[in-house]
């Protein structure tokens, strides 16, 4: 599977940001999806995932009552609705897909796409 993040920006604190990945192939619905960040001088870390159904998410407690997964398996497309962002959200979003169920660790990811640019300004 091939994945394409998009919908990144600048925001301000407080703001809202939409971001889109967007999948190629069949098979699509039968992948966990989720989101990751990495931040400048930073490791990669675990944002957000969501089941090949949509049923099961799981959260970073970081961002907890901020951000929403979800997905669309008709248009191929995960979305992560990112609210009340703060400046330290800023970084270069990315997202993964597996052939298995949820999990956190970026070793347990095996597609990715290329990454889209988050910066909240204060």
């Known amino acids: 599977v091939q994945l394409q993040a998009s919908g990144g920006g600048l925001v301000q604190a407080g703001g809202s940001l939409t971001l889109s990945c967007a999948a190629s192939?069949?098979?699509?619905?039968?992948?966990?999806i989720g989101w990751f960040r990495q931040a400048p001088g930073k490791e990669r870390e675990f944002v957000a995932a969501?089941?090949?159904?949509?049923?099961?998410?799981y959260y970073a407690d970081s961002v907890k009552g901020r951000f929403t997964i979800s997905r669309d398996n008709a248009k191929n497309t995960v979305y992560l609705q990112m609210n009340s962002l703060k400046p330290e959200d800023t970084a270069v979003y990315y997202c993964?897909?597996?052939?298995?169920?949820?999990?956190?660790?970026?070793?347990?990811?095996?597609?990715w796409g290329q990454g889209t640019q988050v910066t909240v300004s204060s």
């Open positions: 192939g069949r098979t699509f619905s039968r992948y966990t």
């Open positions: 993964a897909a597996r052939g298995r169920p949820l999990a956190t660790g970026t070793s347990d990811y095996d597609y």
């Open positions: 969501v089941s090949w159904s949509g049923t099961s998410t």
